[in-house]
């Protein structure tokens, strides 16, 4: 696919999380990631963003005579048949029984995938997430992760995956819809063309009062015939069950830093963080800090 939006974002970027949540990532010998399914999260909207703002392009399209009544219509109906699935092409590497030898990689066809998703920030220390994870009942906590090291995910096989902010800003939005709409239109499958943009784009765009989030969204994509690879778990969030998955950290250089958030004794928390760390032999050897934000909680 043409990317018609900014590239896989390389820097830094951060996940909060409370203690729960840090014990579930950093599990004994190994790191694990929760990803939960993109269409049971907490913003009712999700994935449904993009569409108000296609309707907007198509119709501005249309009167500027750039596609025809047919074409908008066509378009505009696209928002009825979206699904929580994805066409994807997955790649599968098998590795060379000739020493020396690079791996060889065997394309497949397009697969029908259910998407996951974990959402990280881009600013490190950043109070807002620290408001939002963290209480005077629970204590929050920041990873750091190497973004192109977190890429590497599972050994023997790839999964399409995206990291890419997200997008708030509606005029941008409907530039890029703009763009998707005009690059596609002259094929004989615009539709297809188009409906695969969307797609691809439509978790990657939300509502602007989410702006403060400063989001930067992982995608997965899991074919839905692969029983084999993961075990699809559930968990219970404000009385709603949550499909998630579990996906282990191949590349232990993805993990770069702990920050403790401002809730609690953190001489005493940055000591047990270390602890627990050491008890179950995890094989990150990261720093450690604690928050610059002067707020006692």
Known sequence: MINFHTPQIKEDIYHYTSENGIMGILQKDEVLLWLTKADSLNDRTEGKDIFEHLLIVCKDLLNNKQI???????????????????PVICIESIKSTIEHKPTKLLEKAYYECDIYTMSFCKEKDYLPMWNYYGSSEKQGYCLHFNSENLKDFIEGKVYWTEIKEIIYNDDEKQKLLKKIILESINHDDYLKKISLYIDEYKYFM????????????????????????????FRVNHGTIIPYIEVPITNILAITGITIGPFADMELMKRNLEFYTDSIKSAITTKIEETKIPIRF
């Open 68 to 86: 025809t009544q047919e074409q908008y219509s066509k378009i505009a109906e696209l928002k009825n048949k979206s699904t929580t699935t994805f």
């Open 206 to 233: 939300k509502n602007k009062c989410f702006e403060y989030e400063k989001e930067v969204r992982l995608l997965f994509a899991v074919p839905k015939n692969d029983n084999d690879t993961f075990d699809i778990k």
